[in-house]
């Protein structure tokens, strides 16, 4: 090896580590063994999704926190026409509708419940009301998310917590359509589960 080589591999590993030392703080691996608050314990994470953004997040937190992952699906599939499903949504809100959902799901066995929802009509999608309304949440941690179109997250945490009296809700993570940031929901994952309930 010439000394030329020997300098470029030396430098290229000082830089390596460098790096690994600066991120490190960044770096989550798959075990969630980086982020203190879910030490030990079982993580799902349950979403409804019309179009694809609050998956999006949820798909994230799964890598993150090596969590189960449930999507919540009504039995009745929302019609594809945008309209269409706003003025369903609207009346669905006003009458506090619960729509069937294909599968209940299964709160039992875990301790922190990660919840995704659209905002619809300022407030949770009508799935979500159903899922938290037929599963028991008594206890547990929920830390809830949403994704919304320019209005944020409006009065989604309040109502989810409302329905889930007995549980405690953390801080949520609320971005626009597909802008959520991986290091901000790193960061929210982290922090959230350092709050208390007075954070919503
Ligand atoms: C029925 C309906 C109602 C909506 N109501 C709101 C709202 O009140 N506030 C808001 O900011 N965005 C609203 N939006 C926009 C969605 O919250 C936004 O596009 C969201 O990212 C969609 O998530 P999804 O792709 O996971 O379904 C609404 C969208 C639909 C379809």
């Not at 999507?71 to 006003?94: R, W």
């Not at 801080?171 to 007075?198: F, M, P, V």
Request: aromatic share 10%; with cysteine; charged share 25%.
């Amino acid at each position: 090896m010439n000394k030329k080589l020997k300098v470029i591999i030396v430098i290229t590993a000082i830089i390596a580590s460098v790096a690994g030392i600066i991120g490190g703080g960044l770096m989550y691996s798959q075990d969630n063994s980086d982020f203190q608050g879910l030490a030990g314990k079982r993580i799902l994470i349950a979403y409804y999704s019309y179009s694809g953004n609050t998956k999006a997040v949820a798909e994230k937190i799964q890598s993150y926190t090596a969590g189960d992952i449930f999507e919540i699906k009504p039995k009745k599939a929302y019609p594809s026409n945008y309209n269409d499903v706003v003025n369903i949504a609207q009346k669905e809100k006003s009458e506090g509708a619960k729509p069937e959902l294909i599968e209940n799901g299964n709160t039992e066995g875990y301790d922190i419940i990660f919840i995704g929802t659209p905002v619809w009509w300022y407030t949770m999608a009508s799935p979500v009301r159903t899922f938290l309304s037929v599963n028991n949440f008594d206890g547990k941690t929920i830390v809830p998310f949403c994704t919304h179109g320019g209005g944020g997250e409006s009065s989604t945490y309040t109502d989810i917590q409302k329905l889930v009296p007995k549980a405690e809700v953390k801080a949520g993570y609320t971005s626009y359509e597909r802008s959520a940031k991986d290091a901000d929901i790193k960061k929210w994952i982290d922090e959230a589960l350092r709050q208390g309930k007075d954070k919503i």
